[in-house]
């Protein structure tokens, strides 16, 4: 078959580098794809956003099933124009993937299926939102969180700690635009506390498979410190997330979601991301997403052992599976570009993944090749470096043992991935 994966991060890399593995797989083109995608098959040169073009190419190409990888692609109902236009595609229609693109949509949602999550209140208007942050008191020690209603690349939450924070998040995200028309409307929620952990789960709508459990490393710096980023490392499995625990989740949390949103006529087909909180109430959902985590992908691929891509067809199909994880662990570690989540320099030239051994995997984000087959820095997160290990130990030892190998200006990593946890 040859399939069309749409997306160009290091998430894709991984689904492409586990779809190439599979046998019925003839043919793999990546639009736009990066580096990593390059040396596994064609490169389509359209955006992710370009809905049109990549239905245009599907039908001009030959295209037999078509992988919407990323958020801005589903957002725009890319699985969508692929159905209408006769293809195959795997991913949530525009309206299930609605619990992604708008956490206004998503809140309403919990609340009306009784899931649990922070409490909170929706505002277009800027000057209401700052009365009922005030009236919230962050002086009392609790911090107030602000969200930006749409996709924001994964930094439009903002936890403030002050009521004077606050102000300025409010006018920057409803005023001054800073994230676009993603923060026109906002929610402010209830802080929570706990741990967090990513469930993410295979889904036709009805059945849900749960992937081993993982947990990111949002925060740019080490000890948590710095401003969110799309993801710096992750670690699978997660030992404080018991089999108790797992059972509540699929209880409160997962088959109401996959319910309510049948009883709402926007069917979840797909993979299905909880990010959860583990409070000391109990699980709750701090948000949802409509695909992948990225880099939650690059940690949990390695560890699949059945075929991606037949797992991908029946789900789309609506047939039962039966997806297979290794029970080993697996530590991925982000290399980004200095200065990333804020400004950084592209361009930089990459140096050592030769010298990386095998049993690290190397997943592309932000690179590019130039004539002469050299890799390029063209992201801000360039590239994740991954290992599996009899434990968590094991793999984040191999990972942190050969890092320092792949060199480009300005590269940072953060050094303490899963230090907090031990198995
Ligand atoms: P989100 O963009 O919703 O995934 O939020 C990014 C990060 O902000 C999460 O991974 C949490 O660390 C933090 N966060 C978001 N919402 C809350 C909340 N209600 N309470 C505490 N932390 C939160
Ligand atoms: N790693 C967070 C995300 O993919 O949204």
Redesign the pocket.
């Known amino acids: 078959m040859h399939i069309l994966l749409v997306g160009g991060g290091g998430r894709e890399h991984a689904i492409g580098w586990k779809l190439a593995q599979s046998k019925l797989c003839s043919k793999l083109t990546s639009a736009p794809g990066n580096g990593g995608l390059a040396a596994l098959g064609e490169r389509a040169p359209i955006r992710a956003t370009e809905i049109t073009k990549l239905v245009e190419y599907a039908k001009t190409h030959g295209v037999d099933f078509v992988v919407a990888a990323s958020d801005d692609p589903l957002a725009l109902g890319l699985v969508d124009a692929c159905k209408a236009a006769g293809l195959r595609a795997f991913g949530p229609t525009k309206a299930a993937a609605e619990l992604e693109w708008s956490k206004a949509f998503a809140k309403g949602f919990m609340k009306r299926h009784g899931i649990p999550t ?1 409490s909170y209140e929706v505002f277009t208007d800027c000057d209401e939102a700052v009365a009922y942050a005030r009236s919230m008191d962050p002086s009392e020690g609790k911090p107030i ?1 602000i ?1 930006a209603d749409g996709l924001a690349v ?1 930094k ?2 903002v ?1 403030t700690k002050s009521i004077g924070e606050a102000e300025v998040t409010l006018r920057e995200m409803m005023l001054d635009a800073k994230f676009g028309e993603s923060g026109k409307r906002v929610v402010i ?4 506390t706990g741990r ?1 952990v990513t469930a993410l789960c295979f889904t036709d709508g009805e059945r849900i498979y749960p992937m081993p459990p993982s947990r990111d490393h ?1 925060r740019a710096l080490d000890g948590d410190l710095g401003t ?1 980023t799309g993801g710096m490392g992750v670690i699978t499995p997660v030992p404080d997330y018991t089999t108790e625990i797992a059972e509540r989740c699929m209880r409160e949390i997962f088959l109401p979601t996959t319910d309510g949103m049948r009883q709402e006529g926007r069917s979840f087909s797909g993979v299905l991301y909880f ?1 959860l ?1 583990l409070t000391p109430d109990g699980p709750k959902v ?2 949802y997403n409509a695909r992948f985590g990225d880099p939650e992908a690059q940690a949990l691929l390695p560890l699949l052992e059945s075929d991606l891509l037949e797992l991908m067809l029946a789900i789309e199909a609506g047939e039962p599976v039966t997806p297979v994880w290794s029970d080993e662990a697996c530590a991925c570690v982000v290399v980004a570009s200095g200065g990333y989540p804020d400004a950084y320099q592209t361009g930089k030239p990459i140096s050592g993944l030769d010298k990386i051994p095998s049993e690290i995997v190397v997943f592309h984000a932000g690179t590019s090749v130039d004539a002469a087959g050299n890799y390029l820095t063209s992201g801000g997160r360039v590239l994740s470096l991954c290992a599996k290990g009899k434990t968590l130990d094991d793999a984040l030892r191999t990972v942190y043992r050969h890092i320092d190998k792949v060199r480009f200006e300005g590269a940072f990593y953060r050094k303490d991935i899963g230090k907090r946890v031990t198995v």
């Open positions: 922070a969180v969200k994964g439009g939450a936890i929620e209830e802080y929570m967090e949002k969110n990010e909180m701090i948000e």
